[in-house]
């Protein structure tokens, strides 16, 4: 599948704008750089929220297993992502996402207040952890469509990636923060904190108006099922669409699950540190490996052969997590971690753009919701991953997961010409 070329007008504009100077250049827009900042500060709250989580869990029971759960009860309402683009494509997705970051706001508030009266109870993590979770799918379809609706076509994937810089940035610091806290001031403060930012991000809401949005002239009136089946098939039916999801849905699956739910044993049993002092380090290279994914993607966002990048990146992720199957080494794994993540964000940022690219605005959020499907099915592939190490040890799980990696894009790359001739 090939895009219709872009105009001379609009190719010299990204030509200007494709060297270091244009790194930022989606930053130029007024409304993007509201949700811009407002995934700073949302970022930032999430980060300090799931390390607090599992700080808790830990305390109040001293089971890594209610870690696991508390902290995948978040991600279990992702799978109803679909459902939140219908909402996405049905109402007005501003005010939307302003009722839910209030949502948000309020449960973090509202949790703080029954940690410091002291009336925490197990099921009380439980609950607050999947709400957050419900809350947290919607907004993520919503804040990815209005980034699409916030800059021109030609700025999108600048503007994708300089979203998912802000996002992994927090995810360098904001573990730290909530540990230091947690240490001085107490949990309870934390989700307070929590709370203040997603406030925050009531108010760079407020203003935001989406001046790129498109007509929604092709969207039929119909029932929230239809409308969720017209998505379905959508995906299915376009070439492009649906090996985006793929490219998408597998990695996560099998090399991200796998390397997020196995470095605490990885870090324990392979690289010999019992006490676990090594591995918030590994933590902080993936998030440096993000960051500089994110902005290698926002410098070179004018490269039109996203077919290409997007195969690209799967499998440098794949062969990354292969070759981190066979260290041993401290300072070797985190630098395979570091290149990792940096060849995972170039994938999701790429795909996330094709995505955005070739998909009508009324189609859009529908289109997002089932991209984000990903999110909500990674405790599956990190319940495959914790089998197989169980059995096998960590180094075969990761054998496993990027071979299965590996082989996906291999297949595609050689079965869909389409895609890997797409230029956008």
């Keep these: 599948m090939r895009a219709p070329r872009r105009s001379t007008d609009q190719s010299d504009r990204s030509r200007r704008a494709s060297g270091w100077s244009g790194t930022f250049s989606a930053l130029r827009y007024r409304n993007y750089r509201l949700l811009w900042f407002g995934t700073i500060f949302m970022s930032a709250g ?5 390390v607090t989580l599992g700080w808790l869990a830990y305390e109040m029971t001293g089971s890594p297993v209610q870690v696991s759960v508390v902290l995948g009860l978040r991600a279990l309402p992702m799978l109803g992502a679909p459902i939140a683009g219908v909402v996405a494509d049905k109402f007005d997705r501003r005010v939307v996402l302003l009722l839910d970051q209030a949502y948000l706001a309020f449960l973090a508030g509202s949790f703080a207040l029954i940690l410091q009266i002291g009336l925490l ?31 021109p076509r030609d700025r999108l994937m600048n503007a994708i990636a300089l979203n998912s810089m802000a996002f992994n940035s927090m995810r360098m610091i904001g573990p730290g923060i909530a540990g230091g806290m947690i240490a001085l001031l107490g949990p309870e403060v934390n989700f307070l904190l929590q709370a203040v930012m997603y406030i925050i991000v009531v108010f760079l809401v407020l203003p935001f108006r989406a001046e ?53 044993v990885f870090v324990a049993e392979d690289l010999n540190d019992s006490e676990g002092a090594l591995l918030g380090f590994m933590y902080v290279g993936m998030g440096v490996g993000g960051f500089l994914g994110a902005v290698l993607v926002a410098r070179f966002h004018a490269i039109e052969h996203k077919g290409r990048l997007s195969l690209v990146g ?61 999110v909500g099915m990674q405790p599956l592939g990190g319940v495959a ?40």
Excluded: C
Excluded at 331 to 338: C, D
């Design 314 to 374: 799967v499998a440098g992720a794949a062969l990354a997590v292969l070759a981190l199957s066979q260290v041993d080494v401290w300072w070797q794994a985190w630098t395979i971690l570091v290149a990792q993540q940096l060849f995972f964000i170039m994938v999701m940022t790429t795909n996330n753009t094709i995505l955005q690219s070739v998909t009508p605005d009324y189609m859009r959020g529908r289109v997002m919701g089932i991209y984000m499907l990903d």
């Design 385 to 424: 991953a914790g089998l197989l190490a169980e059995g096998y040890g960590v180094s075969t799980a990761w054998v496993v997961g990027g071979s299965v990696g590996l082989t996906l894009v291999t297949l595609i790359a050689l079965t869909a010409p389409s895609f890997r001739r797409l230029r956008l």
């Design 121 to 151: 109870e197990l099921w009380h993590l439980h609950a607050f952890s999947f709400l957050t979770g419900a809350g947290w799918a919607l907004n993520n379809p919503l804040r990815q469509t209005l980034v699409g609706n916030s800059v």
């Design 46 to 50: 999430t980060w300090i929220q799931q």
């Design 212 to 264: 790129f949005a498109e007509g929604r002239e092709g969207r039929k009136v119909q029932s929230p099922f239809a409308d969720l089946k017209e998505g379905l098939a959508y995906v299915v039916r376009q070439p492009a669409t649906r090996y985006a999801i793929l490219l998408s849905v597998v990695p996560t699956l099998t090399l991200m699950a796998f390397i997020q739910t196995q470095m605490p």
